[in-house]
């Protein structure tokens, strides 16, 4: 009913974490295949189009970096894998029944509001332990490397896509080139606020890093407009 007559579904919807995934696997393919499956069948009764929020997490590690949209999917994490198949379900619906559908795998988002705590992303976390005077903890080396993207340029991308009529079956990078490492992060936080860091086991799942080939949204017109180190310092 919510899908019916309308243009564009947007499908934003999924559970993100990859250590929550580790304990809970099975709420993970749930939310994040079973739900694709319902927005897939509602869009192709409904006849709208679908913008699907995939994730870079999808290629996992060992390739060729940058990867390029026809990189091997190769999860890490029962995250991943759960987006993978999410993933492949949607090009799946695009070629078996016609939905016109665009995927994009975004880069590691960061900003403005970005949930902290357990379940939240890396840079907010820091960000709200060093608010509280807390020491930021790092994770194994701090080598691992990600490509982050702002908010404000992933909001972009989606608007260059939504006003597209040209991407049906397209599935598409989004990122930003800058791969800064967790270490390098922490630090430039820990200096700007005055608290130190803490050393942790390496986590279980988590990829070492990758960068993406994003030329194709590039040939679009697409372009970043937030420095990483200006982001970061916002």
């Given at each position: 009913?919510t899908?019916?007559g309308?243009?564009?579904?947007v ?9 929550e995934?580790?304990?809970d696997?099975?709420?993970f393919?749930?939310v994040n295949?079973?739900?694709t ?5 509602a869009?192709?009764l409904s006849g709208?189009?679908l913008i699907?929020a995939?994730t870079?997490e999808v290629?996992g590690?060992g ?5 390029s ?6 999860p890490?994490s029962?995250y991943a894998?759960s ?7 949607c090009f ?8 016109d559908v665009?995927?994009?795998?975004p880069?590691?988002?960061y900003g ?5 705590g357990?379940?939240?992303?890396v840079?907010s976390?820091?960000?709200s332990?060093a608010?509280?005077?807390?020491p ?5 080396t ?6 982050y ?8 991308a989606y608007?260059?896509v939504?006003?597209r009529?040209?991407?049906?079956g397209?599935t598409i990078?989004?990122?930003s080139?800058e791969?800064p490492?967790?270490?390098?992060i922490a ?8 608290v130190?860091?803490q ?9 070492p890093g ?8 590039r040939?679009?017109g697409?372009?970043t407009?937030v420095?990483f ?6």
């Amino acid at each position: 009913k919510t899908v019916r007559g309308q243009d564009v579904v947007v499908h934003m919807a999924a559970r993100i974490n990859v250590d929550e995934s580790l304990a809970d696997p099975r709420s993970f393919l749930d939310v994040n295949v079973w739900g694709t499956l319902n927005v897939l069948e509602a869009v192709r009764l409904s006849g709208s189009r679908l913008i699907h929020a995939s994730t870079c997490e999808v290629y996992g590690y060992g390739q060729q970096s940058p990867l390029s949209e026809h990189a091997e999917l190769n999860p890490y994490s029962p995250y991943a894998a759960s987006k993978a198949a999410a993933d492949r379900m949607c090009f799946g619906y695009h070629k078996s029944f016609g939905v016109d559908v665009t995927i994009l795998r975004p880069s590691n988002v960061y900003g403005p509001r970005q949930k902290a705590g357990v379940g939240g992303a890396v840079i907010s976390i820091f960000a709200s332990l060093a608010a509280s005077g807390k020491p930021l903890k790092v994770f194994g080396t701090g080598d691992q490397r990600r490509e982050y993207i702002h908010v404000t340029d992933l909001v972009n991308a989606y608007d260059l896509v939504l006003n597209r009529d040209d991407l049906s079956g397209a599935t598409i990078n989004v990122g930003s080139g800058e791969t800064p490492s967790i270490g390098e992060i922490a630090s430039f936080i820990s200096e700007k606020m005055g608290v130190p860091i803490q050393r942790d086991s390496p986590r279980p799942g988590e990829v070492p890093g990758f960068a993406l080939d994003c030329s194709f949204i590039r040939s679009l017109g697409y372009k970043t407009r937030v420095r990483f180190q200006d982001g970061l310092d916002q």
